[in-house]
C-alpha cells in the first residue's frame, strides 16, 4: 500500500527537516522576487519574521499540515501512473502549476478567515492580490521539496 504525503511526514523528524527545507524554499523564494511587487512581498515576509523568533518555522508547522491535505489528491493522481511511465513527483507538481498554486492559496485564504493577529492579517491582505502569480512561481520548488521525501 502506498503511504499518504500525511505517512511520509508524520515522523516528528522529519517533519521538523520538512519545515526546516520549507523556510529555506520560501526565503529563496521571497530572495527571487524584484520589481514593486517584490517590494512588497519582501516587506510582508519581513513583517512576518519580525513578529518574534521562529515565527516563520511556527507558522509553516501550523500550515504544514493543511497544504499536504491540498497536495494529497495531486499525490494520489501521481502515484495512480505506471511506474515506468511516471516522472518524478516534482516534474508531476510542475505540469499542474496552476492548479497547485489555486490549491495551496484555498489553504492560506482559508486560515486568513480564521487568523486573529492583526500585523499578519494586514500583511497577508497587503500580499495576497499577487499571491497566485508568486505562489505559481514557487510551485516547482515546493515539487522538489515534496520529491525528497516521497522517495
Not at 14 to 29: G, Q, S, T, Y
Request: with cysteine; glycine share 8%; net charge positive.
Amino acid at each position: 500500500m502506498t503511504k499518504t504525503l500525511h505517512e511520509h511526514i508524520a515522523d516528528p523528524n522529519i517533519r521538523k527537516a520538512v519545515i526546516r527545507d520549507c523556510v529555506v524554499v520560501l526565503e529563496e523564494e521571497v530572495n527571487k522576487k524584484g520589481g514593486l511587487s517584490g517590494l512588497v512581498v519582501k516587506g510582508g515576509f519581513k513583517v512576518i519574521k519580525g513578529v518574534g523568533s521562529g515565527t516563520l518555522e511556527r507558522l509553516i508547522d501550523w500550515l504544514l499540515d493543511e497544504f499536504v491535505d491540498a497536495m494529497e489528491p495531486f499525490y494520489q493522481q501521481f502515484q495512480q501512473i505506471d511506474e515506468a511511465a511516471r516522472p518524478t513527483f516534482a516534474r508531476f507538481v510542475e505540469d499542474r502549476t496552476d492548479a497547485v498554486a489555486n490549491a495551496l492559496i484555498g489553504v492560506t485564504d482559508q486560515r486568513r478567515q480564521r487568523a486573529k493577529n492583526k500585523l499578519l492579517i494586514g500583511a497577508y491582505d497587503k500580499l495576497r492580490p499577487q499571491a497566485l502569480q508568486h505562489v505559481r512561481e514557487g510551485v516547482p520548488s515546493v515539487g522538489r521539496l515534496l520529491h525528497k521525501y516521497i522517495v
